[in-house]
């Protein structure tokens, strides 16, 4: 065994100079006893010093040489006495080394090239593959000849590694293996008493727990915070357990017209099974047909002819205010009292996935519904729901939406960036879309969305969603990821 070797060696000697020797002498592999000599040496048996010596190896395209021989001597010997025609001699030598083998024969001036090849000199020695068994075989070659292998990379540089050792503090002629075990039976023994125990190492750390973590969505004082910011503003949660939605509450009932580029395919998710809803409150639908149709409550409406069965068609909601026209409805259906509410979930639509944008997102949405509400409402509801977030310079730019009049883009100034940022869009609901549901007239719902992706891009960092959200997470990102503080 090469371990009882090199300490029975150890007994005797003084040192062992160079373990490339030892283990050629002792017929064993080196790197069988570099493994030992560095167990050795870490229980301090031994102590080892590194050896290093460069040394010149063959290359693959070197050894091929030193077999075969070199190319320019297999041209040569393909040559016959009486010349050959340079298609013939390409078949006689391998394509991969004809063009080398004949710029080596022409510039020793071995060989003359014409219409036929022919030899110019009758024997020729090959030194390159002498050279080339030479290096193999260890010895020394001149530094010229050196220059000439590597310049035609027949040869290439290695460092040998390698251990001269001495006896260490703990050096005995055989090793003790440390016990690590310790039974009951070995107390009733007593044989522990001749053991060496391994010593306790008491900074050792224990194996890593793995557990659930919280995608950076869900993690306290993103999602967490926000629905904390709404509850501490007296906001009640709707439920938002429906991703499939027909087209009647999300588009119809928000006063959104049938030829609208958002119901196209392109945009919108639709689904082939269930296709259709088979339930729907049949004289609110006939309201809203109406004030589609015609208008009224000082609307002229869209003037077209409403579809029913495109209402009908079931789809992925495109927005959590379909869940907000159902509540609103019901709230219609009872003797009217002020509501806030407010929801944070998935919603869909049928876009190109970039840096930006993807097929799903979490929508983030908050509305007031009671007498008597404006625009000056609004804006203060905004300005504290934001400032919650820590975002206090807020500015607004009038926009359009079907459902909403006035309506208003929201911007916040973003310290970082040095500009303003565009972070939700928000409105007062129009009342082609409330007075149908049988709302009280001076009843007014105030309302606001924004998603909940971007502003978790931006307190972690990210500037590709993808990176966020979706099949392609890295799920480092969820173990890693602190857990960020906005707001105040």
């Known amino acids: 065994m090469a371990e009882d070797a090199i300490l029975g060696f150890l007994e005797k000697q003084e040192e062992i100079s160079d373990s490339g020797k030892f283990a050629e002498e002792h017929g064993f592999d080196h790197n069988e006893i570099v493994n030992i000599i560095k167990s050795l040496n870490g229980f301090r048996l031994v102590d080892a010093q590194d050896i290093k010596r460069e040394r010149w190896v063959l290359t693959d395209e070197g050894k091929l040489y030193a077999d075969k021989g070199s190319p320019e001597v297999q041209l040569f010997l393909a040559i016959p006495p009486e010349g050959i025609s340079r298609e013939d001699l390409q078949k006689k030598v391998e394509s991969s080394i004809f063009k080398i083998a004949c710029s080596q024969a022409m510039k020793n001036k071995w060989i003359e090239m014409g219409k036929q090849v022919s030899r110019k000199v009758q024997n020729v020695d090959d030194r390159v593959k002498d050279l080339l068994?030479?290096?193999?075989?260890?010895?020394?070659?001149?530094?010229?000849?050196?220059?000439?292998?590597?310049?035609?990379?027949?040869?290439?540089?290695?460092?040998?590694?390698?251990?001269?050792?001495?006896?260490?503090?703990?050096?005995?002629?055989?090793?003790?293996?440390?016990?690590?075990?310790?039974?009951?039976?070995?107390?009733?023994?007593?044989?522990?008493?001749?053991?060496?125990?391994?010593?306790?190492?008491?900074?050792?750390?224990?194996?890593?727990?793995?557990?659930?973590?919280?995608?950076?969505?869900?993690?306290?004082?993103?999602?967490?915070?926000?629905?904390?910011?709404?509850?501490?503003?007296?906001?009640?949660?709707?439920?938002?357990?429906?991703?499939?939605?027909?087209?009647?509450?999300?588009?119809?009932?928000?006063?959104?017209?049938?030829?609208?580029?958002?119901?196209?395919?392109?945009?919108?998710?639709?689904?082939?099974?269930?296709?259709?809803?088979?339930?729907?409150?049949?004289?609110?639908?006939?309201?809203?047909?109406?004030?589609?149709?015609?208008?009224?409550?000082?609307?002229?409406?869209?003037?077209?002819?409403?579809?029913?069965?495109?209402?009908?068609?079931?789809?992925?909601?495109?927005?959590?205010t379909a869940v907000s026209s159902r509540m609103l409805y019901q709230l219609a259906q009872k003797p009217f009292a002020p509501k806030k509410y407010f929801s944070i979930d998935r919603v869909f639509r049928n876009e190109a996935v970039d840096r930006t944008h993807l097929a799903e997102f979490h929508q983030i949405e908050g509305l007031v519904c009671d007498r008597g509400l404006t625009l000056g409402d609004l804006i203060g509801v905004l300005y504290d729901f934001f400032s919650r977030l820590g975002m206090t310079k807020l500015k607004f730019k009038p926009a359009y939406n079907p459902y909403t009049e006035p309506s208003m883009e929201i911007f916040s100034y973003h310290e970082g960036l040095k500009k303003w940022v565009e972070i939700g869009n928000s409105g007062m609901f129009r009342p082609e879309m409330l007075l149908p549901m049988g709302l009280p007239e001076d009843v007014k719902v105030i309302a606001w969305g924004l998603s909940l992706e971007r502003p978790t891009m931006i307190l972690y960092g990210i500037d590709n969603i993808r990176d966020l959200f979706g099949h392609k997470v890295d799920l480092g990102l969820i173990k890693k990821n602190p857990i960020c503080r906005i707001g105040i």
């Open 133 to 320: 068994i030479q290096v193999q075989s260890g010895e020394l070659i001149s530094q010229e000849d050196i220059e000439a292998l590597k310049k035609r990379k027949l040869i290439a540089p290695q460092t040998w590694k390698g251990y001269s050792l001495r006896k260490g503090p703990n050096y005995a002629p055989k090793r003790k293996k440390a016990a690590t075990d310790f039974t009951k039976e070995n107390l009733q023994r007593g044989d522990w008493k001749d053991w060496e125990l391994k010593e306790y190492n008491f900074e050792a750390k224990g194996q890593l727990a793995e557990g659930g973590h919280l995608h950076p969505l869900l993690k306290a004082h993103v999602r967490n915070r926000l629905q904390m910011i709404f509850l501490h503003m007296g906001f009640e949660e709707m439920p938002t357990n429906n991703f499939v939605e027909s087209s009647f509450w999300n588009f119809d009932a928000l006063f959104q017209p049938q030829q609208h580029p958002a119901r196209d395919s392109h945009d919108t998710f639709f689904l082939k099974v269930p296709s259709t809803t088979k339930e729907l409150p049949e004289d609110y639908v006939e309201r809203v047909k109406l004030v589609h149709e015609r208008g009224g409550y000082g609307s002229r409406g869209y003037v077209y002819e409403w579809k029913r069965e495109e209402a009908n068609k079931n789809l992925l909601r495109t927005h959590t």
